[in-house]
């Protein structure tokens, strides 16, 4: 039960998140949605009746060199939160989200990973940013069975860590093939590739490697 509930809030979010992200909402109390509340009880049930909140963490570089990135996602978290909750919430509970910043570094998310599966109000988490941080982080999180959505984890490996790790984007297989069709529909002959010396660096240029011995 505390799966399917972390799937039916992670897709509600998700689309919530989608549909308002061009809006001009404003967060309130540094961006930590009101709640009244709503969690399950003993063994993982939703309280019938409850008053508790349904708990969410955000987990995401909101310092350092991709802060930028970290803390546009989680403005979009909250705005999500905060519209689904003036609707009502889920299941008639609305959501809190308790936040971490992870720096973009595998150690720290890690460690915050162990942190959000100790707490057992959390049913999922949105996060982390690059594929490395997000796929060190799932391994706890499938180990324990929290559900982690991601929005920006494209490494072709990352879903595949198992059946609770999510992502609402496209790999970078799919950006590879992409991007190769557009240099090809240009009359590209050659290509070439400058990559991160990180894991989803190497990921994305043996995609684009392999897309481009396919198709030229």
Not at 27 to 52: L, V
Request: proline share 1%.
């Amino acid at each position: 039960m505390k799966r399917w509930i972390a799937l039916l809030l992670a897709v509600v979010l998700t689309m919530s998140a989608l549909a308002g992200c061009g809006g001009d909402d404003k967060k309130d109390d540094g961006g930590k949605a009101e709640t009244q509340a709503a969690t399950k009880e003993d063994g993982g049930e939703p309280a019938e009746g409850s008053d508790d909140p349904i708990v969410f963490a955000y987990s995401g570089p909101l310092t350092g060199d991709n802060a930028e990135y970290g803390l546009l996602f989680k403005n979009a978290v909250e705005l999500a939160v905060k519209q689904q909750n003036e609707k009502g919430g889920v299941l008639g509970r609305q959501i809190e989200v308790i936040e971490f910043d992870d720096k973009n570094s595998a150690e720290e998310a890690g460690s915050i990973a162990e942190q959000i599966v100790g707490n057992d109000d959390v049913v999922a988490v949105f996060g982390h940013f690059a594929s490395g941080v997000a796929m060190t982080a799932a391994q706890i999180y499938q180990e324990t069975g929290v559900v982690l959505m991601s929005a920006s984890a494209s490494h072709v490996d990352y879903s595949s860590i198992g059946d609770y790790i999510f992502r609402n984007n496209v790999t970078q297989k799919m950006e590879a093939t992409n991007c190769l069709q557009i240099a090809i529909g240009s009359g590209a002959k050659k290509i070439g590739v400058l990559k991160l010396k990180t894991d989803w660096g190497e990921s994305a240029s043996t995609c684009f490697l392999e897309g481009w011995e396919k198709i030229k």
